[in-house]
């Protein structure tokens, strides 16, 4: 673990606490309707549909969804996990008043070490595209959730893929750009290997792209639904 830590990191290097600051004006609020074609308003609603008040966040960033989506109870479980502490940092005060659960881990490997036992739904927002590799290589990061989960967990989440990406001329500008300089990575990302690495391990799976945003949901399957 000590050893994956140490790594320098592209998927984590523009969340300095500048970045963190320009991103909800300029990612969530400019950059998400205008050139990937995903209103936030239908990211906070994918939100709503899918969160619990047993929650774990994965790659939180500034916690703009997490601050939006609104919980059944007021004292949900809420554990924030990143491997980028700024991101920790922020969106713990942001959300203070649930007063979350900070976790430094690395989506890369196992999620092992938490403690109160399994989560009822667990978020992948907008860190899939972030991790180098081809999508059945990032797939790995749903058998890391593992430890997290037990059936019925819900996992979603969203993340860019290159589908969409010829249809507009600000994306075939942007996205080269972004994976340059490695701050995302998935030109060879494609909805339909997201699909498929969902529905190789759990059941409910949906996918649905929205401009260049592939949203995803999936539910984890008992031993038995698992055998059918
Ligand atoms: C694009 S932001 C997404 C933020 C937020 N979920 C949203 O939807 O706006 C990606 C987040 O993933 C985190 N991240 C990137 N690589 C990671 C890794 N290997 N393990 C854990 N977190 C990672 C970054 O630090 C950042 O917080």
Known sequence: MLATLSLPRHSI?????????????????????????????????????????????????????????????????????????????????????YRPSTYLRDVLDPMTGLPGGPFDSVALGGIIHCLAGDLPFKSRVFDNIRPLTRPGTKIFGYTLVYDGVPLRISRRLVHPLLNRLRVIDNTNDRSSDLHAALSARFIDCNVELIGCMALFSAVVPTAASTRQ
């Open 13 to 97: 290097k523009a969340y300095t606490k500048l970045g963190l600051h320009v991103y909800d004006p300029l990612i969530v609020n400019l950059v998400a309707p205008r050139v990937w074609g995903c209103d936030p308003e239908v990211l906070v609603e994918h939100y709503r549909r899918h969160v619990t008040f047993n929650h774990a966040d994965i790659g939180v960033g500034t916690g703009f969804f997490l601050d939006r989506c609104g919980f059944e109870s007021p004292n949900p479980r809420l554990a924030l996990i990143d491997l980028q502490p700024n991101c920790l940092a922020h969106t713990a005060r942001r959300l203070s008043r």
